[in-house]
């Protein structure tokens, strides 16, 4: 009789010990997760680019010749037309130069032509052996020593005439001039400081990058041409307003710069108010729609990892894959993905935080996105 019981508590003791055996080996289930498919719709957003307004045309006005500021002839900010004078520097001095340089000039010649007679004279008496060889010979010379002192005078004259030019200064094109570096007296050498700028302001310049990749696509716009009422290239201003003004593309520049793999653009935009002001910071943005279809996931469904983004995609027998994408403009709350997923692809949105690449999942209607 006892030697049954024993037998029965043993049996269930280890009855029991199987049943909590099985379930320590038994697999966890699944982590259950939300997904989103993947589709393409239409996405009008603007890129944008870090940009610098420039002037079109800008030139440094500096003194060719040395002397006091003698004169200046314009107000500081005003627009100026080509041809305008702009300063004087030591004018005076520089017409006395010029006047005594021309002085020299006329006694130059009336030496070359006494020499000149001379000569002749002493010529023609030679042919009747009525003078010596030797007069004949100093007349021929001194007649070519005043040929070549003409030509050193002349030489003169218009080495001083050109610095009476340059002691006036005037405007190279139309365009604004800024405020003046020197003021009535102010000492100043040829080549020295800069005296002012004048610039062009309407149109006026955007300068900005864009990566080698993008060339193709620029290169297509440009050639697209410009349409007053297209809103394609717009700049947002440093309050954050945007420019009522649309642009277009003036030119895209010769080269890639190896260093950054970018090649540097220029849009033309109007700018008869002249709120826009060379060096002012700015961003370009260009509308990217295109008519074409663009694959859109919701921004929780994105994973970032070192400065990369990825998804975790539902494949066959629900197991997971996880994929590095390539993103683009932010709509809404949803994000761009420029490659790496594909129309209809499965991505998990609920749930995120459990998955790792390679586990099988089950899928549970999923939360609004």
Known sequence: ???????????????????DKSKQQAPPP???????????????YFDLYPANI??????DIRAQVSGAITGIYFKEG?????????YSIDEQLYNANYQQAQANLNVA???LARA?????????????????????????????????????????VNSVQTNVRYASIYAPFNGTIGISQVRLGTAVT???????????DNPIAVDFAVNEKDLYRFTQLQLKGYNAKDSLFTIQLPDGSVYPEVGKISFIDRAVDPQTATIKLRLQFNNDKHLLKPGMSCNVRIKNNG?????????????????EYFVFVIGDSSKVTQKRVNTGAIINDKIVVKDGLAEKDKVVIDGIQKMKDGIVVKVVPSKKP
């Open 30 to 44: 699944p982590p259950s997760v939300g997904i989103y498919e993947v589709h393409s719709g239409t996405a009008t």
């Open 190 to 200: 040829a080549g020295g400081m800069v005296l002012n700028t004048v610039s062009t």
């Open 109 to 111: 010649k009336a030496n």
């Open 1 to 19: 009789m006892r030697y049954t019981f024993l037998i029965s508590i043993t049996v269930i003791l280890l009855a029991a010990c199987g049943s």
């Open 291 to 307: 008519g074409l279809p663009q694959l859109l996931v919701p921004m929780k469904a994105l994973v970032e990892q070192m400065g």
């Open 116 to 156: 000149q007679q001379d000569a002749d004279r002493y010529t023609d008496l030679a042919k009747h052996d009525a003078i010596a060889t030797q007069v004949l010979d100093h007349a021929l010379a001194e007649l070519q020593a005043s040929k070549m002192q003409l030509k050193a005078t002349e030489a003169n």
């Open 54 to 59: 420039v002037a079109e045309n800008q030139v």
């Open 78 to 86: 005003q627009t100026v037309v080509k041809g305008q004078k702009l």
